[in-house]
Structures are given as structure tokens and as C-alpha cells.
């Protein structure tokens, strides 16, 4: 057990609260601590569905250490499974690719349906004999992963805990109802990935609460001040602001991208910008919403992979590089910040902060969440 | 033809269908594969050696199943025929 770990500090009321010690964000073994409690237990976000597309397109992952794969099955259904043969335990995909027919193993040719049953083991039985009594195909299909896909994001609960995601987050999917209608990833010229040195949930905490903008975006204060965002602030689901001045990007000619359709007056100039715990960072506005899924690579690293999507399959490409450009840049001045919390979580002195209780509402949650699940797991165990 | 000719011609058959399946275990051509193994089979039975058939036939499915072969049922079909898969 870490010596400083002092999570009672993190849960007490914000007014009191203190943040997560140090090494929760440098510590190898809070690192893997926290792999069951705050990723596996309930609904993470994987990738999305843009990067699979087609049927038969499947792309491994690295989550968290445990290595999985997409597929967009042949059926239409996205499925994520577990990248392992159940003969050998060897790796099955290690490339994006397409898959026309079965995933076949590349060691000894186990090959699997796209719904993930074993369907040919060859020579199991000897040479030229496919089958054998022992090797039961039907208890040896592949490990699925439980997945969801919600607003393009492909989700995964890997331990199967978490209860149904549209149960887990019905409030914040009712918060967002009049977003639920088709929304069109931008394609390559939408996504791109950012490498922060910083543990993922810093990254988080600077999403969580817009006072910083003023300081670290000034130039986003031309079209959103600070007393136009709002904190919003749901315990041990999700946490974020609000702003009430969103405006639209403008191409050269002063078109703009299409709405979304049937959307209230109140989002002509909203936007809400919020965490799902533990990793997907979501923005919604009236013509376009991004994703931005955390890919923790160790205590210290942490890769930022962003999409943006709108309410057409058919935008304006160079409006579209435009508004990419213009997050890029939102995105990349927050890297200063997470980087430099990262590096002075090296200060011995540091004893996790204090939380401005009007502001800090929303990061504080976040901290709550954490320690929270993490204490009821040491408790669990005991 | 001789028995001695004969011999010397399947093993001809036989080395220019190994370099043909190198060439397309190099390229990855799934389709080639299934047809040069079921090629393969056919020689191995008609050389009245009906294990190896089983061998190369178990390839041919293989390999149709994971390029989605039209093959891959009928290739399925004749090796549960011959007690090769359930």
C-alpha cells in the first residue's frame, strides 16, 4: 500500500476536500490499482465507431494492458473481444485490417466466426483430423468484451459489472436527448491524436471546469467568457460545464455546418462539455460534437484521441479542416497545463490541493469518484 | 508411361505446385491458397494417399474460411464425409 495514499482527505465536503495525493498520478502500482475499480468495472471508452466502418474491419487495442480487438462484423453489429486464441493464447489481431471470412489464429490456424465462435481447429485430432472429443469448439469461442455504442463512441465493461450503460448513464442521455440523431464522424480530416506526458487524470480534471480558459485560452475568450459557463455536476457518472455563448465556425464565405435537427432555442449559443467517467470527453453543440477518448499508456502517459462529428455526412471539407485547426489548438494549450501539474506531482510538499468550492465543483466529483470506487475496493478486499 | 515416368512426373507436379503455394503463402492470396490446396489434395488421392489428401484438404477449408471462400462449405462438407470434422 502507498504511504500516501490519504483518500478520506479526497471525500470529505469540497469546502475541506483535499485532491488525490501524488503518487496516485506516479505510482506504478496505483497505476494497475486502479485498472479493475475505475476502467474495468464499468463503461470505458474504447475507440470509435469511424475507425472500423466497414464489416470486417477490425482494429486491436491496448486497454489498459489487456489486449482486445473491434470488429464490425459482417451482421452490421460492432463487437469487441478479447485478442487472444483460446488454444495457445495467442494474439489474433495485431494490425488494423479487413476480415472477409474467419479470424484465423496466425500459430496454429484456430479460426473464429465474426460472432466469435470457434468454428475449425485443424489437425486437433492429428494430421488431417479437425476435430477431437476434448477440444469442445462450442466452450472455446472467443472472450467477448460487453460494448455499447453510444453517440460513435464504441464503449467496453470488461469485467461485465456495470450495470446496462443506457441504465448507468440514463440522466445524462436524457440530458442530452435532443442529440440523439445520427451523427456523421468528419472522417481523416476529423481525428487526430495528441501525446501528453501526464497522467490521464489530469487531463480529465482540466476538462472538468472552464476557469481556466480565461488564463490558458485567452484567445476562446473573444466568443466564451467566463460567466457564461456553468458547472454541471452528476456524483459517480459524470462531470463537466456548460457554456452559454456558444458560436458557430464560419467558413470563408460565411457558411456555416448544418444543425442538428430539432434541436430547442436553448442551443442556439449552448454547449456542454463533459466527462463520462473514466475517459470519454464529450462536447455537444448545435452543428457539431467531438469525442475525446484518454488511452492511458502507463502512470506518466497519456494519449488524447479526438473525433469530430456533425449532423450531415456531406460537410464542407475545408470547414471541416477549419474547426479541427481550431480544436487542435484549444486542445494543445491545455498540454502545458496538464504537463506541468504531471511534473510537480514530483513535489513532496504537495498535499493534493483544495478545491475552489464555487468553481472546482465539477473536478472535485471527479476526484470523489476515484477515490471512492478505489476505497471501496480496498474495503472489498480486506 | 512407365512407372518410372510416371513417378517422375507427379513429383514434377508436386515441386512446381510447392513453389506455386510458396508464391502465394508470400502474397497472402487466400484465393490461390484454397485453390492450390485443393490442387493438392486432388494429387495426393489420386497418388492413392488419402491422409495426406486429408491434409491438404483441411488446408484448402482453412484457408476459404478466412478469405469467405464460396469453397469453404463444400471443402467442409468432404472432410466430414470422410470422418475429418464433426
Known sequence: ?382 | MTDDAAKAAAAKARDGLQAELLKAHAAGDGALLVQLYTRAAALAVAAGEPDRAGFYRTHAWIFALECGHPDAPALRAALAAEGRVD
Open chain 1, 1 to 382: 500500500m502507498c504511504a500516501q495514499s490519504s483518500l478520506s482527505d479526497v471525500l470529505k465536503p469540497i469546502a475541506d476536500a483535499r485532491g488525490l495525493p501524488n503518487d496516485h498520478y506516479t505510482s506504478d502500482a496505483l497505476y494497475h490499482e486502479e485498472r479493475e475499480p475505475l476502467w474495468f468495472d464499468t463503461w470505458a471508452g474504447l475507440c470509435v465507431a469511424a475507425e472500423i466502418p466497414e464489416p470486417g474491419d477490425a482494429k486491436p487495442f491496448d486497454f489498459l494492458g489487456v489486449p482486445v480487438f473491434a470488429l464490425h462484423g459482417r451482421d452490421g453489429v460492432i463487437r469487441v473481444f478479447q485478442n487472444i486464441c483460446r488454444h495457445r493464447g495467442m494474439i489474433l489481431v495485431t494490425e488494423p485490417r479487413k476480415i472477409e471470412g474467419a479470424i484465423r489464429c496466425p500459430y496454429h490456424s484456430w479460426c473464429y466466426s465474426h460472432q466469435g465462435r470457434l468454428v475449425a481447429t485443424p489437425h486437433v485430432g492429428g494430421q488431417g483430423q479437425n476435430s477431437h472429443p476434448d477440444i469442445r469448439r462450442e466452450e472455446l469461442g472467443l472472450i467477448e468484451v460487453r460494448s455499447h455504442v453510444w453517440r460513435g463512441v464504441v464503449f467496453i465493461n470488461l469485467s461485465g459489472k456495470a450495470a446496462e450503460f443506457t441504465e448507468l448513464h440514463r440522466e445524462l442521455i436524457a440530458r442530452w436527448s435532443e442529440f440523439e440523431v445520427p451523427v456523421y464522424h468528419g472522417g481523416a480530416d476529423s481525428m487526430f491524436q495528441l501525446e501528453c506526458r501526464t497522467n490521464w487524470k489530469l487531463a480529465v480534471e482540466n476538462y472538468c471546469e472552464s476557469y481556466h480558459l480565461p488564463w490558458v485560452h485567452p484567445g476562446l475568450n473573444s466568443y466564451s467568457r467566463l460567466e457564461d459557463h456553468y458547472n454541471i455536476e452528476n456524483p459517480g457518472k459524470f462531470s463537466g460545464q456548460g457554456t452559454a455563448v456558444y458560436r458557430q465556425i464560419k467558413d470563408d464565405d460565411g457558411s456555416v455546418f448544418p444543425d442538428f435537427p430539432g434541436l430547442s432555442d436553448k442551443w442556439d449559443t449552448a454547449g456542454e462539455y463533459l466527462t463520462i467517467m473514466p475517459n470519454v470527453m464529450l462536447g455537444v453543440q448545435r452543428d457539431h460534437v467531438f469525442a475525446i477518448i484518454l488511452e492511458p499508456r502507463g502512470p506518466r502517459t497519456t494519449l488524447e484521441h479526438i473525433h469530430l462529428f456533425y449532423a450531415a455526412p456531406d460537410t464542407s471539407e475545408n470547414l471541416r479542416r477549419k474547426n479541427a485547426e481550431q480544436w487542435r489548438l484549444v486542445f494543445v494549450e491545455d498540454i502545458g497545463v496538464v504537463e506541468g501539474m504531471q511534473a510537480a506531482r514530483g513535489a513532496t510538499g504537495f498535499d493534493g490541493g483544495r478545491f475552489s468550492p464555487v468553481m472546482d465543483g465539477p473536478t472535485h466529483l471527479f476526484h470523489q469518484w476515484v477515490a471512492q470506487r478505489l476505497t471501496d475496493t480496498r474495503q472489498a478486499a480486506r
